[in-house]
C-alpha cells in the first residue's frame, strides 16, 4: 500500500483463517514500512501533476520493482516461504482519481510477479468505477470482515485523506456504509513541508497544539461543496493539491496578519478534525459507541484531542489498543481484497462506493 502521504511503502504478511460465518480472522504475521527516497517521492510528486509517456512508463516499471522489494522485505520478516504464500494484493499508487468517470493506480504488476514467482493481484479500484462507483473507500470490506463487535462502531482511517467506516453490529457488509471525510494528514504534511522545510510532518502534534487555529479560515474551508455532498463520496490529491495549501497559508496570513507557522500548522490539524467530527454529525444517525482511529494521523494528539472533544461522549480509541498497530490496517485490507479476489468473492461495498452492484474487484497477473 502507498498513500496519499507519499511515506512510502507499507507492506502486511497476513494469514486469515475463516471465522465460520462469512468473516475471517487475521493473523498480522510481519509488516515493514519502506520509506521513500527524496528522489522517489519527487517523482511520484511530479506524475500525479504531468509527465511524458515515456517518463510515467518507465516510473510505472520501477515502482513496480520498488514494490517487489517492499513484498520480498515482509515475506523475509513474517518467515513464510514464498511457495506459501497464496498472492500479494498490490494498491500501487494513486495517480488520479475521477470519481464518476476513472480512476489510476500504477506500478506494473508484471515485474513483481516476476521478481518474486508469486501471483499477483493489483487494479482494485477500477472495475467498482467502471459499475458506476466511487471507486473508493475500498477498506471497508475488510471493516466488515475483519473488524466487527457486538456494537456499532466507525473505523476511522486517517491516511493522507479521511476516510470513516460504519460497521453495524456483526458488520454484515450489506448494511455497512463508508465514505471519505476530507483531507487527513495530506494538506498537514504539505503546510509543514512548506513553512518548516526541515520537517516532514508535525511530529506528535507539536506545532499544532503550540499554536491557535485561524478559526475564521477553517469555517470558510469548511463550506466547500465536498464537505455538505452526501455519501457515498470520495476525495484525493485532485482537491486538496498545492494550490488548496497555498490558499489555506495566504488566508491565515490575511486574516491574522501576526500568525505564526504553528497557528497555520493548527488551521490545517483542526480544518481535518472537524471535517472528520462535522461528516458524523451530518450523515451518521446509527447508534455508534466508540471510534478506531488508525493511519498516521492516528498518532497526532492534536487531530485525536480535538476530534474526541467535538463527538463526546462517543469514545475515541486507537485501532492498536484493540487489534494489531493501525498502521497495518490499510495494508492488511488490500491483501483481503486480493484474497476475496481468488476466492471469487465480491471486494467492494455498496453503501461505501455506491457501485450499481457487487463486484470482484481486481485483476491477476500470474506468477
Known amino acids: 500500500m502507498s498513500g496519499t502521504s507519499l511515506d512510502g511503502i507499507s507492506a502486511a504478511a497476513v494469514r486469515f483463517r475463516a471465522d465460520g460465518g462469512r468473516g475471517y480472522t487475521p493473523e498480522l504475521l510481519a ?5 521513500y527516497t527524496s528522489e522517489q517521492r519527487d517523482r511520484l510528486h511530479a506524475a500525479m501533476t504531468g509527465g511524458t509517456a515515456r517518463e510515467l512508463c518507465r516510473l510505472a516499471f520501477d515502482f513496480g ?11 523475509g520478516e513474517s518467515g513464510v516461504a514464498r511457495s506459501d504464500v497464496r498472492a500479494i494484493g498490490s494498491h500501487g499508487q494513486t495517480l488520479w482519481h475521477e470519481p464518476g468517470h476513472s480512476t489510476w493506480q500504477f ?22 468505477v467502471a459499475a458506476a462507483g466511487q471507486g473508493a473507500p475500498l477498506v471497508p470490506i475488510a471493516d466488515a470482515l475483519l473488524f466487527a463487535s457486538a456494537d456499532w462502531r ?27 471525510t476530507g483531507p487527513g494528514v ?29 478559526e475564521s479560515v ?40 501576526d500568525a505564526t507557522n504553528e497557528d497555520i500548522v493548527a488551521t490545517a490539524t483542526s480544518l481535518t478534525a472537524r471535517s472528520i467530527a462535522d461528516a458524523y454529525r451530518r450523515f451518521i444517525p446509527e447508534p455508534v459507541t466508540e471510534v478506531l482511529v488508525s493511519g498516521g494521523g492516528a498518532k497526532n494528539p492534536a487531530i485525536t484531542g480535538e476530534l474526541a472533544q467535538r463527538i ?16 497495518a490496517k490499510e495494508a492488511v485490507a488490500f491483501a483481503l481484497l486480493a484474497l476475496l479476489h481468488v476466492e471469487r468473492r465480491p ?4 453503501g461505501a462506493t455506491g457501485a450499481r452492484g457487487e463486484r470482484i474487484l481486481g485483476k491477476l497477473t500470474p506468477a
Open 347 to 350: 471486494g467492494n461495498v455498496l
Open 186 to 214: 495530506a494538506v498537514i504534511d504539505a503546510v509543514v513541508r512548506q513553512l518548516v522545510p526541515a520537517l516532514p510532518y508535525d511530529e506528535d502534534g507539536r506545532l499544532a497544539l503550540a499554536g491557535s487555529p485561524v
Open 31 to 35: 509488516y515493514t514500512v519502506t520509506p
Open 107 to 128: 506500478g506494473e504488476s508484471a515485474v513483481i510477479a516476476e521478481r518474486l514467482g508469486i501471483d499477483v493481484v493489483d487494479d482494485f479500484r477500477v472495475r467498482d
Open 312 to 327: 463526546a461522549p462517543i469514545a475515541v480509541r486507537a485501532f492498536d489498543e484493540v487489534y494489531f498497530d493501525g498502521e
Open 65 to 75: 520493482d520498488w514494490l517487489a522489494t517492499a513484498a520480498a522485505s515482509v515475506i
Open 218 to 257: 477553517v469555517e470558510t474551508l469548511l463550506r466547500h461543496a465536498y464537505f455538505a455532498a452526501e455519501p457515498p463520496k470520495s476525495t484525493g490529491r485532485e482537491l486538496f493539491d498545492a494550490a488548496y495549501v497555498q490558499r489555506l497559508i495566504e488566508d491565515c496570513r490575511r486574516a491574522r496578519p
Open 154 to 180: 466507525l473505523l476511522q482511517n486517517i491516511g493522507g485523506i479521511g476516510n470513516v467506516t460504519v460497521v453495524p453490529a456483526g458488520g454484515d457488509p450489506a448494511t455497512v456504509r463508508a465514505f471519505d
